[in-house]
């Protein structure tokens, strides 16, 4: 089966623009989760989602951070205006049932300037 | 919030050589995780690990979730090239899917 796929897989950005990073999960998985890894730092949850619906969003930093999920199949995450502090990688993860080990994508290493 | 204290940072090591990290945590995890992340990809699960004294193999891996629930360690031995990476601990608290994650080991071998 094809793994959980992530686009772009690098974005340089200028602080204040927009970025919108797209996660495609693993097909049937109905659990899809967004982190993110600040250089060095320890991977941290932003949200989870089941289907279509947010199951919990407490690890969004703030309100310039949007995620969607739509029809429950890929997901978008969207950071606008960009802000230095937002540089990292961002992986997104799917499993079947939301007990289940996730499976990672390759990560969107973004980089604000 | 809670927190992993992942230890070492890094190491450095010949090839052929033993390793050793593991991580603590002041709260008690139903589960404990490890994984190992390769330059440009992902986190991929090497061992997971569900019950307190759980002791677990996969080839040259070996982790075991600590008596107290509060600790986790990995081991991988006769290291060879293909080991090197970052590897991440990652538990969780109850019923909570959230992963708690590590900062990482990150491994080099020596030529």
């Known amino acids: ?113 | 919030g809670q927190q992993l204290n992942q230890s070492p940072q890094s190491m450095f090591i010949q090839e052929g050589e033993d390793v050793s990290m593991n991580c603590t945590s002041s709260s008690i995890f139903n589960t404990w995780l490890w994984y190992k992340q390769d330059p440009g990809e992902g986190p991929v699960l090497l061992i997971a690990l569900y019950k307190a004294g759980e002791l677990t193999s996969n080839g040259r891996l070996t982790a075991q979730f600590g008596i107290t629930r509060k600790d986790s360690f990995l081991n991988i031995s006769a290291s060879i090239p293909s080991d090197v990476g970052i590897y991440f601990c990652a538990g969780q608290l109850g019923s909570n899917y959230q992963l708690i994650w590590g900062a990482g080991t990150k491994l080099i071998i020596k030529p």
């Open chain 1, 1 to 113: 089966e094809a793994g959980v796929t992530q686009f772009p897989s690098h974005s340089v950005i200028e602080k204040g623009q927009t970025v919108t990073l797209r996660c495609d999960p693993i097909s049937g998985h109905d659990n899809l989760y967004w982190y993110r890894r600040v250089m060095g730092k320890e991977i941290k949850f932003l949200l989870h989602f089941v289907k279509e619906s947010k199951q919990d969003e407490s690890g969004m930093p703030n309100n310039r951070f949007l995620a969607e999920r739509t029809g429950g199949t890929y997901s978008t995450l969207k950071v606008q205006p960009a802000e230095l502090e937002d540089s990292g990688v961002y992986f997104c993860a799917s499993s079947q049932d939301w007990q289940g080990v996730a499976t990672f994508g390759s990560g969107t290493r973004l980089t604000v300037v």
